[in-house]
């Protein structure tokens, strides 16, 4: 025994056992995470196991014979010495514990049915997913683009329905499409496994829709069908698309078909009000208070003909609740309501229905019925980038910076081209002191929508929160070729942010004071007024226009203590503590305490 080891010894085997295994091991880990990321098939890492384990014995051959190193084979009769010696029984030790690692992992991938943890294995129900594109018009008229598109656009509703599913957002898919991008760079940019495209002929009354699905993989076709039928019947038509394409879909991406989530079959709807239904989401797609007016009014002319359409009370009362969010119209909050609760008694489950709830109850400062709302919206759409902006938005105005930063960023993991999401997070990093996180989002969101005057105020704020005056400057050149000098708007922040962040107090008050003489006509909130204040650390005017936004009910004011701009330790002085004791404030705070336990992570204690 002592002679075969010492033989070994001389051959270096111990070396060449515990080196050729501890490669083997790190390649088989490597290979664990590489095979899967690249779609491999199961066979393939046991193929690497079982190479790994062959190769052991012959590369303890190889070195027999070859003889590694040039020392001759010691002789049986040296002078007697410890065989297993201090580093004899590391050497041994180690090579156990790689064995014992490598035969565990083999029996684990050998096993019968074994196959790779989940946490190396991407899920197979992430890989079932889809954008599609807007149909090609083939009616032979240019202004019937709004029937083309709308049908695309209810195909990714009724898809979205399939939680299994995940469905890329209407506003990327339909702005790459645009783009000479074939299917391929198409599918990666969105992440997508397939691309649905068609084509829709609607005329006398009759309709024919053809679509394709297609591996975004390789271009090649996966299933394909038309179909021709009378307009009445066109919402049964796309419920009968999206399940044909959801069967499709999932038995070629993952091997068997997946069970869609339930819901109330449609009812036929007479053409016209259906073509009312789909000009009305044109129109409100363009987010304009006029396009939003008109397409109130076609939404109107929807439900009046089609009483049991869903999709037309909820559309409508989207509608009329971002008039009341974005424009502070309080006159929309009653019809909105009204059109929601119908909605809702025709199916409960729909989720702009339910969004829509969501943006009036954050209007009418109901807390905890917006939470509910968001709720069972993260519920229903748990792969819909719109649950996900709307969750980050509430986030917000809860005072919530971690959950709202997590939410928009799952937004945009769904939906990669929503410049407004990435736009939100660097103003919610900015709030929260993390100027290089704010920077990076808002260059993206700006690389979206370079000639957009929006993230290019995004873009000066954090520029110059971060101190990066010059840039900052350089972009409100940008800004001042592409505004008009009527109101205040992003030229006027723009110039704020850049005084204060310099250290100007006397140019950023100069951008506060015509601003104020102008209030409430040029459309600058009280709340901004005052947050204006306390950065130039005028706190009485501050907590003076606070009081008024608070009495305005502005959505943007509760939150400031959590996730406001500006400094905020003034809210801890005497003045302010007595006005957190307003009722209105302390109810917030209340329903705030139970939204950050609800919403909190499930991993992390409430």
Not at 159 to 177: D, E, H, I
């Amino acid at each position: 025994m002592r002679r075969l080891f010492t033989s070994a010894k001389v051959r270096k085997l111990d070396r060449v056992a515990v080196g050729y295994l501890v490669a083997a091991w790190v390649v088989v880990q490597a290979g664990s995470i590489a095979l899967p990321a690249f779609d491999a098939p199961p066979w393939a890492m046991k193929l690497l196991i079982a190479a790994s384990v062959v190769g052991l014995p012959l590369a303890l051959l190889v070195a027999w014979f070859w003889r590694i190193g040039s020392e001759p084979d010691a002789p049986a009769d040296n002078a007697p010495h410890p065989v297993w010696g201090r580093s004899e029984l590391l050497l041994v030790g180690l090579l156990a514990f790689v064995l014992v690692t490598g035969a565990l992992e083999f029996a684990f991938f050998f096993r019968p049915g074994g196959t790779p943890s989940t946490a190396t294995q991407p899920s197979k129900v992430s890989q079932a997913s889809i954008a599609v594109l807007p149909f090609a018009n083939l009616s032979g008229d240019p202004e019937k683009r709004y029937f083309s598109d709308g049908i695309a656009d209810q195909l990714i509703s009724e898809l979205s329905k399939t939680p299994a599913l995940r469905v890329a957002s209407r506003t990327s898919s339909f702005a790459l499409a645009e783009k000479a991008m074939d299917v391929k760079t198409l599918g990666k940019t969105l992440n997508v496994k397939t691309v649905l495209e068609g084509s829709v002929r609607e005329e006398a009354g009759r309709v024919r829709i053809a679509a394709q699905l297609v591996s975004a993989s390789d271009g090649f076709e996966v299933w394909s069908n038309t179909y021709d039928r009378n307009m009445t019947d066109i919402l049964s038509l796309q419920d009968e698309i999206a399940h044909s394409i959801t069967e499709a879909l999932t038995q070629h991406l993952l091997g068997t078909p997946v069970v869609e989530r339930q819901h109330r079959k449609p009812h036929a709807i007479a053409p016209n009000a259906y073509k009312d239904f789909l000009q009305a989401q044109y129109f409100f797609a363009q987010r304009t208070r006029p396009s939003i007016e008109h397409a109130i009014d076609l939404f109107e002319k929807t439900t009046e003909a089609a009483p049991d359409f869903a999709d037309g009370y909820a559309g409508l009362a989207d509608a009329h609740a971002t008039i009341a969010f974005n424009f502070d119209d309080q006159n929309h909050i009653s019809p909105a309501i009204y059109a929601v609760k119908q909605a809702l008694a025709i199916d409960p489950d729909n989720i702009t229905a339910l969004a829509a709830h969501v943006t009036v109850s954050l209007v009418q400062w109901k807390w905890l019925a917006a939470a509910q709302d968001v709720k069972r919206l993260q519920k229903l759409g748990p792969n819909s980038a719109q649950v996900w902006h709307n969750s980050s938005i509430f986030y917000a105005y809860m005072g919530l910076p971690d959950l709202a930063i997590n939410a928009a960023k799952r937004a945009v993991e769904l939906d990669p081209l929503a410049f407004i999401d990435r736009s939100n997070i660097a103003v919610f990093a900015i709030s929260q002191g993390r100027y290089e996180e704010g920077v990076a989002s808002a260059r993206e969101a700006l690389a979206l929508q370079p000639g957009n005057v929006e993230p290019l105020g995004v873009m000066c704020e954090v520029l110059a929160g971060a101190k990066h005056i010059d840039e900052a400057r350089k972009i409100l050149t940008q800004i001042a070729s592409l505004s008009d000098n009527t109101k205040p708007g992003p030229r006027a922040a723009c110039e704020f942010w850049i005084a204060v962040n310099s250290g100007d107090t006397a140019a950023a008050k100069k951008v506060i004071e015509p601003i104020v003489a102008t209030y409430p006509d040029n459309g600058v909130t009280a709340g901004d007024i005052s947050t204006a204040y306390r950065f130039i650390h005028e706190n009485d005017d501050a907590l003076e226009w606070y009081i008024r936004a608070l009495d305005n009910k502005d959505n943007s004011m509760l939150q400031m203590r959590y996730l406001g701009k500006g400094p905020r330790e003034v809210f801890n002085t005497q003045p302010w503590l007595e006005t957190m004791k307003r009722p209105d404030v302390q109810a917030f705070e209340k329903a705030r305490a139970k939204v950050a336990a609800d919403f909190a992570p499930k991993d992390r204690a409430s």
